[in-house]
């Protein structure tokens, strides 16, 4: 709870800014994309795969208040995703994602610094059980939670404008809770760290929305929380990144 609530406080103080009187350099947007994952890579403490090029949608949303800023992102709870791990068998995956991000910017709003909190919550299931059980399957679900520091350059760009940000969290903590059939449940702390980046291009497409297309970077490493830290989840990927935004 106290991950919800860190990521929630930034979001409260501004929508108390929102309740006084509009101003004139007051704005926002709500947008989505699409977010195809090219070259992936998930690696676990047992093997490695190729993700598949599955066009992640991720829905988004920015206030602008003054030189203040709160953006977010966020992937809903999706439909199993399903690929075949070499030891485990077929597996399903469901992911969500919620991510928010305050930021200060400088004179012009050319450069920008923020600090925010990034979420995971995934549920695994594979048909086959790990070494750990004597047979049966096996349900993994976890949720890793930090906070993160982020740069972002927003420059003017013909009819639009070119955004480029870099992220990094160094510690993410959570907690993995691995049910079998045929096994007691285990619980295992994990603690991880993200590095991310992404260069946009935001073309005014008409009086109330923008178009958007770009290139999105994430590179995420999370190892069990005990002395030797063995590897529990590694994920890269290059994600073209397109969509639209409407203004409010």
């Known amino acids: 709870m106290k991950h919800v609530a860190r990521f929630f406080a930034p979001l409260v103080a501004l929508l ?4 006084a009187p509009a101003l004139a350099d007051s704005s926002g947007d709500l947008g989505v994309t699409l977010n195809p994952i090219l070259g992936g890579i998930h690696d676990s403490y047992d093997d490695m795969i190729r993700l598949p090029p599955i066009p992640v949608p991720l829905l988004e949303g920015t206030y602008r208040y003054d030189n203040v800023e709160l953006t977010g992102y ?3 709870p999706t439909v199993a995703i399903p690929y075949t791990d070499a030891i485990q068998g077929s597996v399903a995956l469901r992911l969500s994602i919620l991510d928010a991000t305050l930021r200060l ?3 012009g709003r050319l450069v920008g610094f923020g600090v925010g909190e990034t979420i995971y919550n995934q549920t695994t299931h594979y048909a086959t059980a790990d070494s750990l059980a004597p047979g049966g399957d096996e349900r993994q679900y976890s949720r890793i939670a ?13 009819a ?3 955004e480029t940000s870099l992220r990094y969290a160094p510690v993410l903590l959570g907690t993995q809770v691995s ?3 045929e096994a007691p449940t285990r619980f295992d702390p994990e603690r991880g760290e993200q590095i991310d980046g992404d260069i946009r291009y935001v073309h005014h497409a008409g009086a109330h929305m923008d178009a958007v297309i770009g290139v999105r970077y994430v590179n995420f490493t999370a190892a069990y929380d005990i002395p030797s830290h063995p590897l529990s989840d590694r994920n890269a990927a290059v994600m073209p990144s397109f969509g639209y935004l409407w203004h409010l």
């Open 16 to 19: 108390a800014l929102a309740c």
């Open 179 to 181: 049910t079998y059939s």
């Open 146 to 158: 930090g906070a993160h520091y982020e740069v972002v350059v927003r420059v003017p760009f013909r």
């Open 160 to 162: 639009g404008s070119l």
């Open 74 to 76: 966020g992937l809903p």
């Open 105 to 107: 910017w400088g004179p």
